[in-house]
């Protein structure tokens, strides 16, 4: 999905820093997104969790836009023109509806739910997004993950998963990153990485064991969900620091919970965020922003998609800032 704000922020995002979490213990930071309309009159709004002020990573998890339930006769639902990306990964998971995802790999794609589509754009790539005329409902997330420096000019790669549910007491687990609860994703990342959809039946307690290296992040779809003690609402996101080797969550409402649990090892390096690029700095951000603008084949383009591409937006004239996670109590 593309960031289609007309004056993204421009970010300089910091790795792990020091202090460390004692291990056994946990202090959950609650994280409130924010909404962002996807563009139009008749805009479709997400709700933002990641990046923002309070924490611009989770492992290298840098990007969480959360959608729906979205009547697209009301909105018209996803359409969003071709546009690039550099730098990450995206990572598409549904709750309902479809989407129909094209690149310039020639890559022609549908995303439905409990399916993962993930697209990797290291030095450039370029895709669209369109929900399909049969879907009624869209609903779900799109989350964005960083490359690391070694990785981040790697080349284009699009790759589709189905996990099996591993189901026990009172919960539902579709594992498409990672590993958990005796799950493997086959699917191909650059740093280690969790990604999981979990349903939580009314009232119901699950314990997973974790990798203790890992911090996590617990966003909650519906429903209220008690993680490691501590309350996350509807569309909040729990974020807990490395140390841990078990998570425990409880479903305090009496429907079906339904959560998706990030996960990875501590990015270290510093990135600069600005609309769909990741780079290292300002310039990285500049000449990617150019690339685009010039049709360079950089990006490659895209067939198919009925409309002109998205043009990028002006450069802000600012000093890029470093923005670092808070300290690990």
């Not at 020091?18 to 997400?46: C, F, I, K, S």
């Not at 611009?56 to 840098?62: H, M």
Request: charged share 20%; hydrophobic share 35%.
């Amino acid at each position: 999905m593309s960031n289609v704000e007309t004056k993204p922020a421009e970010l300089r995002c910091g790795g792990a820093v020091d202090g460390e979490q004692p291990a056994g213990t946990a202090r959950v930071d609650v994280l409130t997104p924010r909404a962002v309309p996807l563009g139009g009159p008749r805009a479709m709004t997400v709700r933002r969790t990641l990046p923002q002020r309070a924490r611009t990573l989770i492992g290298a998890w840098c990007f969480a836009d959360h959608y729906g339930p979205d009547d697209v006769s009301v909105t018209g639902g996803m359409n969003v023109a071709p546009h690039p990306h550099t730098g990450l990964q995206t990572v598409s998971w549904l709750f309902t509806g479809e989407i129909e995802h094209r690149d310039s790999m020639g890559n022609h794609a549908l995303v439905r739910p409990g399916e993962l589509n993930l697209m990797t754009g290291g030095y450039g790539i370029s895709h669209s997004e369109v929900s399909t005329p049969r879907t009624t409902v869209l609903h779900g997330v799109q989350l964005w993950v960083a490359l690391p420096q070694e990785h981040r000019s790697t080349g284009r790669d699009f790759q589709h998963y189905a996990p099996e549910p591993v189901l026990t007491d009172g919960a539902e687990t579709r594992v498409f990153l990672g590993s958990l609860a005796g799950s493997v994703s086959p699917v191909t990342t650059f740093t280690p990485l969790l990604g999981a959809e979990i349903l939580l039946r009314p009232r119901a307690t699950l314990t997973l064991a974790v990798d203790p290296d890992f911090e996590h992040g617990l966003l909650v779809d519906q429903g209220e969900v008690r993680l490691a003690g501590t309350s996350v609402g509807a569309s909040e996101l729990g974020y807990l620091p490395p140390g841990l080797d078990t998570l425990t969550l409880t479903n305090q409402s009496d429907g079906i919970a339904r959560t998706v649990l990030l996960g990875g090892t501590p990015f270290e390096e510093e990135i600069v965020m600005w609309w769909n690029f990741i780079g290292r700095s300002h310039e990285d951000i500049a000449k990617a922003r150019e690339d685009w603008q010039n049709s360079s084949d950089r990006f490659g383009a895209v067939e198919g998609y009925p409309g002109d591409r998205l043009p990028a937006p002006a450069l802000p004239n600012a000093v890029i800032t470093p923005r670092r996670n808070p300290p690990r109590h």
